[in-house]
């Protein structure tokens, strides 16, 4: 029986292990990153070589190969024992290293390879440590730079500070055994407090800590549990949220450690260069850094990207809402209406928008907003037909709940899932148009550091100086695919078909 | 472990302290006035200058200033805000299209000038006063004019003189036979392809951003949408050289001379030129002689605002009183020329095969072989010798009389825009219904048809044939393509042939392609901004302006331009050599801001 059992194990532990698929997933971004730095490495006209891409092609090959190794272990291991053996795991700790080189995905991976049995604190506490160290180390690079910020010093303190702080945290999350213990209160209300520099994996953590601590019912926080395992367990997920709330983390940050001046100021001694240590991705045609211009730019595409989805769909959701739960005429008026708006498409209607009131972050909002609204709408509407005819709707009504509370009590609260994935899917949506409407000229000022600016300057020099193009570029594509990765998850946790 | 590292920190962070110099430490001195309110300034511009607009925008701010954007996408939103008076500085440009310095100050500064939005009396005295000089003595009334619009009461802040640049195909086209005038537009006759059997068979491609034509009857336009395109319609009395110099080579008059007291100018005429029509879409040579009616009925019609609804080119020939046809010899006998010895007869016949034995009036009956000749004579209201400019500028080319008055037979203050067709009018040489080709050129090219796409112009078959002027290729086609960028896409993967006009950020791109070559020369084409004369602070404080003019640092524009521009003092710079220059000056901008805030 025993050895049926086990060979059971050893026929499905392939498929049911994460460690493998993650290993594999790891191994294929990082030997396709690999290729990129060796293209990019070798200058084909004239066959030199670059040294910053080659030794990053040299330092990715490494961890890749080493990589390749380890997924082979593991496959070795779970044919052989149906489990991965802890010789096999301590090579985590030496994959861990490439957190050095910036290879996110092998280091991550490594995260879930040294410890069996993976907490999602466990796995947060890693993801916060890693944002920590990414927001330090890109900040440090302005270490190069002729002057730093006056507040630049004061900042780094505190940002190494609180990397220490949270080093402490991951050793008592190690040694945590599910019990309450008296430290959560304080390292929770301490987490929260460091999650005001943006990191808000410790946000998350310190949350989770205070629920433990004064939670009465034991199955709310199962079911916080729950929920998390499910998105600490997809990798891609995972690192969709690593990269936005790295981003998130930086445009804080950069209030103290960034000059704002290097990326507004014109410096006609040093335009269009090359990338450099003071310049880490070259200046632009006005001398401007353009690593400081796309720190800086972050912020507007996040503020404007969050806003224009969170006006729609609170807009979209109230009306939604509404029309879903009284129906009839009701429904049929604002549903029409909104017809109507959504007949018109939404780039031309923000163009409109934009042309009639004038370029701003205000009116970009309102504009990017606007043209989303219907969409919202119907989403909701769908989920509160659905949802106003279940028993426990029934039963409020029965017990003669007013229809306000019916609706803010018992059917938004179950009908948020499908928006909130919605919404997460659509904020890179909003990021895109934001840079678009930059590019064709109708964003913000051309000066302000805005993605879409810096790619449009970069767009008249694609042939001299491509880098002006690519990084903006890269950013760009980076966040809005951080969204949609989290999205999806964020849509295998939160729906229940698939518990 | 926890105070080691915290100690480790604490005494890695006293080391950064130590070699880390923050950004107080290397700004030695706080920018802008004293008392923390800041004056504010709008600046309008088109976003096609976006790159101007930000220089200028820095320098203000880093001098002081609060500075606004207003970027309009194009010339047409640009103006609207302009005549509502929606700004402080405006982001101009000027090319003195004619080469001389008259036409670089008068209808942009003089009181009730076309362009112009200011009136000051001492400034209209000197640009009169200039306009009778001659080149040597109108350098220093220039300076002085200079120096009053610009260091004294600061109506403009010069920015910038440009260079005229273009780019060709080498592999294709003959670089020496592509001409790069300061002045004149391309002239198309002396290209000419580097396998000569493909003279007949292929077309010359070039490009042009605008593709709806104003007018084509020379005229009624004066913009990039027709300059060079009238220009080789239409042949005029002379022409200027690459470097600005007025010379009949290449132009309807055989010679030309100034007659004593610099008020009468004499023009002997070709006969080998003859106007050209377009029949089914294919050019076909008249008979009609370009001759000396035809010449006075153009420069009658030029000056005469009255004459065509539209009328866009009048005031720059408003000096001309009378053009007349010249029939007696004797006359030309009597007259001696401006400060040379010699009669006029004797310049005009310098050079010729056959001197002159008689001039006539009726063009059939002119035979240079045989001295029979044609003269034209032009008097001005002053003596006013840049005149010749004038008449070298493409609105005063020569239209066929005969045909304009056969078009034109509607009465000028009854025209209505839905019911006549004038001379010129785009639509008749469209491709659709529309389509009417009056047209009748007296220059080297004649425009056949036209699309959204592209403009076919065929050579004049009867243009000073068997000349070096004769057009060496049969057919010009000229695309329109917008965006610049696309344009010179087009130009290199040989899509084109020349692209006129290459901006500064390409130049390295036409450089590193082996078939292409770039001519350049400065031109003059100038960048200023316009200071705003009614309802801003900026109107009624020449201290706020003169602030906003030491402001400016054109060395920075330069270096931002990769040298690629030249420095400028106002828009008579690149055409007269004044010996001012504009230095920014922080000093200075902190004297007048605080005179400005006394006020």
């Known amino acids: 029986m025993s050895t049926h059992k086990d060979s059971l194990l050893k026929k499905f532990a392939l498929k049911a292990t994460s460690e493998y698929a993650q290993a594999n997933f790891a191994l294929v971004v990082s030997i396709a990153l690999t290729l990129i730095f060796l293209l990019a490495g070798i200058d084909f006209s004239t066959g030199a070589i670059k040294p910053v891409f080659f030794s990053l092609f040299i330092a990715y090959a490494v961890f890749s190969i080493i990589q390749s190794f380890i997924a082979y272990q593991v496959k070795r291991d779970l044919k052989r024992d149906g489990v991965i053996r802890s010789s096999t795991r301590m090579w985590g700790y030496f994959q861990l290293l490439s957190v050095l080189v910036g290879n996110i995905f092998t280091t991550a991976f490594a995260f879930g390879l040294i410890k069996k049995k993976k907490s999602p604190q466990y796995l947060f506490t890693m993801f916060m440590l890693m944002t920590q160290f990414y927001v330090i180390a890109v900040s440090s690079l302005n270490l190069f730079k002729p002057y730093v910020a006056n507040t630049f010093l004061m900042g780094m303190f505190l940002l190494l500070a609180i990397f220490v702080f949270q080093l402490v945290v991951l050793l008592l999350v190690i040694k945590d055994n599910g019990q309450l213990s008296k430290w959560k209160l304080s390292v929770g209300i301490l987490l929260i407090l460091t999650s005001l520099t943006g990191n808000l994996f410790a946000l998350a953590l310190g949350l989770f800590m205070l629920l433990e601590v004064f939670s009465k019912t034991p199955s709310t926080v199962a079911k916080w549990y729950a929920m998390w395992e499910k998105i600490a367990s997809n990798m891609t997920a995972m690192l969709g949220l690593f990269f936005i709330l790295f981003i998130f983390s930086l445009s804080i940050c950069s209030y103290w450690t960034f000059d704002y001046g290097m990326a507004v100021d014109n410096n006609y001694g040093a335009t269009l260069q090359m990338p450099s240590l003071a310049y880490p991705l070259g200046t632009d045609n006005f001398g401007r850094d353009v690593f400081s211009r796309i720190v800086f730019g972050a912020r507007i595409s996040l503020i404007v990207g969050v806003l224009s989805t969170f006006i729609p769909f609170v807009v979209g959701g109230i009306l939604g809402a509404i029309s879903g739960y009284y129906g009839k005429r009701t429904d049929n008026i604002l549903m029409r209406l909104l017809d109507v708006l959504y007949a018109i498409p939404g780039i031309l209607l923000a163009i409109v928008i934009i042309a009639a009131f004038g370029a701003s972050t205000t009116t970009l909002v309102i504009a990017l907003s606007v043209g989303s609204i219907p969409t919202y709408a119907r989403t909701m509407r769908a989920n509160v037909l659905m949802i106003s005819n279940m028993e426990y709707v029934m039963s409020a009504r029965a017990l003669g709940a007013s229809n306000l509370s019916i609706i803010f009590k018992q059917i938004v609260p179950n009908s948020m899932a499908p928006m909130i994935v919605k919404a997460t899917l659509t904020i890179g949506g909003a990021v895109i148009a934001t840079s678009s409407l930059s590019y064709l000229g109708l964003g913000i000022e051309p000066h302000i550091p805005e993605w879409g600016n810096i790619l449009k300057v970069g767009s008249a020099y694609l042939e001299s100086h491509s880098y002006l193009a690519i990084y903006p570029g890269i950013a760009i594509i980076a966040l809005v695919l951080s969204f949609n990765f989290l999205g999806d998850g964020l849509r295998d946790a939160l729906d229940p078909k698939l518990d | ?599």
Not at chain 2, 39 to 56: Q, R, T, Y
Not at chain 2, 417 to 433: L, R, S
Not at chain 2, 476 to 483: E, L, S, T
């Open chain 2, 1 to 599: 472990m926890k105070k080691a590292v915290l100690s480790f920190l604490l005494i890695f962070t006293l080391i950064l302290t130590g070699c880390v110099n923050t950004k107080s430490d290397v700004e030695n001195e706080g920018s802008g006035s004293g008392d923390g309110s800041k004056p504010s300034i709008e600046i309008l511009g088109m976003s096609s200058s976006e790159e101007d607009m930000n220089i200028v925008r820095d320098q203000l701010t880093k001098n002081g200033f609060d500075v606004k954007l207003n970027i309009q996408p194009d010339y047409g939103s640009f103006k609207a805000q302009q005549d509502a008076g929606n700004y402080d500085v405006a982001l101009s440009s000027w090319t003195t299209v004619t080469g001389n310095p008259d036409y670089a100050v008068r209808s942009l500064f003089i009181s009730g000038g076309d362009y112009s939005i200011m009136a000051d009396k001492e400034i209209d005295e000197l640009i009169d006063k200039a306009s009778t000089e001659t080149p040597e003595e109108y350098a220093k009334t220039y300076k002085e004019f200079e120096e009053k619009l610009v260091f004294d009461k600061a109506y403009i802040a010069p920015l910038y003189s440009s260079y005229k640049t273009q780019a060709l195909n080498k592999d294709v086209l003959v670089p020496d036979s592509v001409r790069l005038s300061k002045s004149r537009s391309l002239a198309w006759e002396t290209i000419d392809f580097q396998d000569e059997a493909k003279r007949e068979s292929d077309p010359l491609v070039l490009s042009q951003t605008l593709s709806t034509l104003t007018s084509l009857d020379p005229i009624k336009g004066n913009d990039g949408s027709i300059n060079m395109l009238n220009s080789n319609m239409y042949i005029r009395l002379v022409n200027l050289t690459d470097d600005d110099v007025v010379t009949a080579d290449g132009s309807l008059s055989r010679n030309f001379s100034i007659a004593d007291g610099n008020s009468e100018y004499y023009f002997l005429l070709r006969d080998d030129v003859n106007f050209a029509k377009v029949t089914d879409k294919k050019a076909e040579e008249t008979d009609d002689l370009v001759g000396a009616e035809d010449v006075v009925f153009s420069l009658e019609r030029a000056k005469d605002k009255n004459s065509v609804p539209d009328h866009r080119t009048y005031s720059l020939h408003e000096h001309i009183e009378t053009a007349e046809v010249v029939t007696d010899v004797s006359e030309l006998e009597k007259v001696q020329t401006s400060g040379g010895e010699g009669t006029v007869k004797a310049a005009l016949e310098e050079g010729l095969d056959t001197e002159i034995a008689e001039l006539v009036a009726e063009d059939d009956a002119a035979d240079n072989a045989a001295g029979k000749y044609q003269v034209v004579k032009v008097t001005t209201t002053e003596p006013f010798p840049q005149v010749l400019n004038y008449l070298a500028h493409q609105s005063a080319g020569i239209v066929s009389k005969e045909q304009v008055e056969s078009i034109n037979t509607y009465k000028v203050e009854d025209f209505d825009v839905n019911k006549d067709i004038a001379y010129g009018d785009q639509n008749t040489v469209t491709e659709g219904d529309s389509y009417d080709n009056t047209l009748y050129a007296s220059g080297p090219y004649i425009l056949s048809h036209k699309n959204d796409y592209e403009a076919v112009f065929y050579k004049n078959p009867g243009y000073m044939t068997d000349t070096e002027n004769e057009p060496n290729i049969n057919q010009v086609n000229v695309r329109f393509i917008a965006d610049i960028d696309s344009s010179l896409s087009a130009l290199r993967n040989g899509e084109t042939h020349i692209q006129y006009s290459v901006p500064e950020n390409k130049y390295e791109t036409v450089e590193g392609d082996s078939k292409l070559q770039l001519q350049s020369i400065p031109s003059n084409a100038v960048s200023y901004l316009l200071f705003n004369t009614e309802g801003r602070a900026v109107s009624e404080s020449a201290d706020l302006r003169r602030a906003v003019l030491y402001s400016i640092n054109q060395e920075e524009i330069i270096d931002y331009y990769q040298g690629n521009k030249i420095k400028a003092s106002s828009t008579v710079s690149p055409l007269v050599d004044t010996g001012n220059e504009l230095k920014a000056d922080a000093d200075k901008v902190k004297e007048f801001l605080g005179k400005y805030q006394a006020e």
